[in-house]
């Protein structure tokens, strides 16, 4: 028998409930039940999950939780806390939740304590950062290092990027901190174009040291730090490496005492708070660091230890196997209402579409339901004056995360007030809509009042926090990272593993040479094409 979770007698219960309330709007949803609004709300570890704004009932939490536990949910984040090799595809444990153990806490892998080595390396990253951070650290000329440019892809840029944005208000300013990524030449060119050499030392982050993207820009930087500086020995000086490869990075040249250590047990999008945070460590400083870390174990905490019902992470992703699998939604937007999180979307895209963008079940089985919902966004307001109209009138229904703070970072009056107003209204809107009868009452012309109708009952949540400290930001992250563990444990797929990246990483390899040298072509009629094109 198969063991899709279509087949299980919750999801079938879960069908004919669907049934029964598809219909329901939000309006009678609230009119039925006075304190809705407070009922559906989890207040923990300082955020205030407001899920009230959801096509759902009691009845629907009960049932939704109920799958939760027949897909055996508990086990599994035991067993990803335990160290379990969970990631079966690749055979490897998967332990993010170690990287923000605290020093005393006892997480075995094989046998051993991971801690007391994950805590080894962070105090070597605050010693690098302290060193930077106070300009002990000279480059190969005697000049303290003022740029730092890291350069990764994937899980290795896009958790530094955001978490460099979003910390921005608490970096050191006399540092300029700057991401290559692409292979695309004018990434690197544009960031380093107003640095000089001799006061700038790169990041090299890597998991496999192999990355085509990464050791292109690499090779790349090595250059151009020795046509300006033009001595070897300076690359001891300006380049360090982050990687879980000491001997590819050994091979590259950089001193490996300078390496930065990671493990296979982190997966690349799983690592921004490993030594791949190093740029971030460096432009925050170790205490802001720790704290972030701190966040980050409070939410570990929080969904090891809360019931189901009350469990944030739980509730997150359950409501989106909720609108994916039964209401057919295709995407939902992630809108935070604070300007330093505009790389959060970008991030969240990786962390939960590679997780959970896939077909094919543990058991080797092909879905017959859909999976990941594409994640996608923007901040708030400035979304609101241009894909928003889709999300209130459009055809599609998109279930919205709104993530706002009650206070500003950069406090200027009444800005906040004005941020949190729209945040807040747009929830509203979003679920009540306009009738008829009120866009009458307008005095709207008769031709028009279709167009001024909104229709409402579409989804949100708010994710209501204090300010954007390092701390809530660790938050924010882990409720994400286990909301995709929960989705991917209802859909029965390995979220840990990503063929499709894998796949990336060799198919360029052999057009290369077919684009560099006059061979034969043995493609299909349009590749063999686009080959040629790009040699004439
Ligand atoms: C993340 C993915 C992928 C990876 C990059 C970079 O989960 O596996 O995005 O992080 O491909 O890989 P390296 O760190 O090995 O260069």
Not at 361 to 390: A, C, D, I, M, R
Request: hydrophobic fraction near 40%; charge should be neutral; proline fraction near 4%.
């Amino acid at each position: 028998m198969s063991a899709l979770v279509t087949n299980s007698p919750v999801w079938k219960a879960l069908e004919g409930h669907f049934r029964e309330i598809k219909d329901e709007h939000l309006r009678s949803l609230f009119a039925k039940e006075n304190d809705r609004g407070k009922h559906f709300t989890i207040e923990d570890t300082g955020i205030y999950f407001d899920f009230s704004k959801h096509r759902i009932t009691g009845k629907t939490l009960e049932l939704l939780t109920e799958l939760a536990r027949e897909r055996g949910l508990g086990d599994k984040i035991k067993a990803m806390f335990a160290g379990e090799k969970i990631n079966v595809t690749e055979n490897r444990a998967v332990l993010h939740i170690a990287l923000r153990a605290s020093k005393d806490a006892n997480i075995q892998y094989e046998g051993r304590n991971v801690v007391p080595d994950v805590h080894g390396v962070l105090e070597k990253m605050a010693g690098f950062a302290n060193k930077i951070r106070n300009k002990t650290w000279k480059g190969h000329t005697g000049k303290p290092i003022k740029n730092i440019v890291n350069i990764g892809i994937g899980g290795s840029d896009l958790g530094p990027v955001m978490a460099y944005e979003a910390l921005k208000y608490y970096s050191d300013r006399s540092l300029t901190i700057r991401f290559v990524s692409n292979v695309d030449g004018n990434d690197f060119s544009e960031a380093l174009q107003d640095l000089a050499a001799e006061e700038t030392l790169f990041i090299v982050s890597s998991k496999t040291f192999t990355t085509l993207e990464t050791m292109t820009n690499a090779r790349t930087a090595r250059a151009w730090l020795l046509a300006s500086l033009g001595d070897d020995k300076a690359v001891a000086k300006h380049f360090v490496a982050v990687s879980t490869h000491e001997k590819e990075v050994a091979r590259f040249g950089i001193d490996t005492r300078n390496m930065f250590e990671f493990w296979d047990w982190v997966g690349g999008r799983y690592s921004m708070d490993s030594a791949i945070g190093l740029s971030t460590m460096t432009a925050v400083g170790p205490d802001h660091f720790y704290a972030l870390l701190d966040g980050f174990r409070q939410m570990d905490e929080h969904f090891l230890h809360a019931p189901f019902s009350r469990n944030i992470p739980v509730i997150m992703g359950l409501l989106t196997v909720w609108y994916t699998n039964f209401f057919g939604a295709q995407t939902q937007a992630i809108l935070p209402y604070e300007n330093y999180l505009k790389r959060f979307p970008a991030y969240l895209q990786q962390l939960t579409m590679e997780s959970n963008g896939k077909y094919i079940t543990l058991n080797g089985e092909k879905v017959n339901y859909s999976t990941s919902p594409v994640f996608w966004g923007e901040p708030g307001t400035n979304g609101q004056h241009s894909f928003y109209q889709l999300i209130h009138q459009g055809t599609n229904l998109i279930p919205c995360d709104f993530i706002g703070f009650k206070k500003a970072l950069n406090d200027l009056p009444p800005h906040q007030d004005y941020l949190t107003a729209n945040m807040i209204a747009q929830g509203e809107a979003l679920a009540f809509g306009k009738t008829r009868e009120e866009v009458l009452h307008e005095g709207v012309s008769a031709e028009l009042i279709p167009h001024k109708v909104f229709e409402g009952n579409r989804p949100s949540s708010v994710f209501f926090l204090d300010k954007l400290t390092p701390q809530n930001l660790g938050k924010l992250i882990a409720m994400y990272e286990h909301s995709v563990f929960v989705q991917g444990a209802v859909w029965g797929v390995n979220p840990f593993d990503q063929m499709g990246v894998e796949l990336g990483k060799v198919l360029a390899q052999n057009i290369i040479p077919e684009l560099q040298q006059d061979v034969p072509l043995r493609h299909d009629s349009s590749t063999n094409a686009l080959i040629r094109y790009y040699r004439s």
